[in-house]
């Protein structure tokens, strides 16, 4: 068997480490417009060689495409369009509404399976792909109903051998919480990098007085602009709900810190504790 990954970085190249594993005879091919990136890809062994995408197509039963979601809306019409009868296309985009969408208007929606693992870390490019990713993580597939049963059936089957836990939801459903859960926590990060760096000119100074608390507070501002850019984008007007719920929530606390209203302030915190139980749920699974 062929597997090809479209956008050879964390998730795709992480996808396809976690296969080898269980599958060693896997033919794995990579599309990268990338030189850097293919060259690493190759020195990694995430893939066997670098194809063009129409090659890529014609060889591969299945094809993993991992890149941002602005280049995946992009990718996957064309895609569909010279997609041989009996092979696969599944997505690794963080947003799903649109694409979906997207594939629904395509007479070979039937081919295509809307993934999203739940998986990630600040850093990007395959580089950062590493096996142990993806084992644990729960994945979400959108409009399951909407996929021929091979098709679902053999996503299906990788998705469980790369150690994931499958769940189901529908498009909107989950952009709707990815925008809480997700999307919101990286623009806080963003936010609060930039806040530090024009407030703390002096380097020095951040080095010196940052502790871990702010280093794992603001660790997702190093993620890749060029991936999160399209997200907020795609997503937008779930993304600005969650923001305009998280920022009436900071002038609250604004205000009662400038209130002196301590009664307040220690509401806010022991009702934001509340989050360690769901916490610690995630870290059982």
């Known amino acids: 068997m062929v597997i090809s990954i479209i956008g050879i970085g964390l998730l795709g190249g992480s996808f396809a480490l976690a296969l080898r594993e269980k599958y060693p005879n896997i033919r794995f091919v990579g599309v990268d417009n990338s030189s850097v990136n293919q060259k690493i890809a190759l020195a990694k062994g995430i893939v066997n060689e670098i194809v063009s995408l129409e090659a890529a197509l014609q060889i591969s039963e ?136 024009d407030k703390e000119r002096d380097e020095k100074a951040i080095f010196d007085m940052a502790s871990t608390g702010f280093s794992s507070t603001v660790r997702l501002a190093k993620s890749s602009p060029q991936m999160w850019a399209p997200i907020f984008d795609q997503n937008k007007t779930n993304v600005s709900k969650a923001l305009g719920d998280y920022i009436e929530l900071l002038k609250k606390f604004k205000e009662a810190i400038d209130s002196e209203d301590l009664d307040m302030s220690l509401n806010f915190m022991n009702r934001a504790n509340d989050i360690g139980r769901i916490l610690a749920g995630i870290e059982k699974k």
């Open 62 to 197: 299945l094809n993993v495409l991992a890149t941002p979601v602005d280049a995946i809306t992009s990718l996957l019409p064309y895609m569909l369009d010279h997609l041989p009868e009996g092979r696969t296309i599944m997505d690794l985009g963080s947003t799903k509404e649109l694409i979906c969408k997207l594939a629904d208007t395509h007479s070979k929606r039937g081919q295509f399976v809307a993934v999203h693992p739940m998986a990630g870390t600040e850093n990007s490019g395959p580089g950062a792909a590493f096996k142990e990713l993806l084992p644990g993580k729960n994945v979400i597939i959108c409009d399951k109903e909407k996929s021929n049963p091979d098709s679902l059936g053999l996503v299906e089957t990788f998705l469980r051998d790369s150690g994931m836990q499958i769940h189901y939801m529908m498009p909107v459903e989950h952009d709707l919480h990815l925008a809480y859960v997700s999307h919101l926590s990286h623009i806080s990060s963003f936010a609060l990098g930039l806040t530090v760096l």
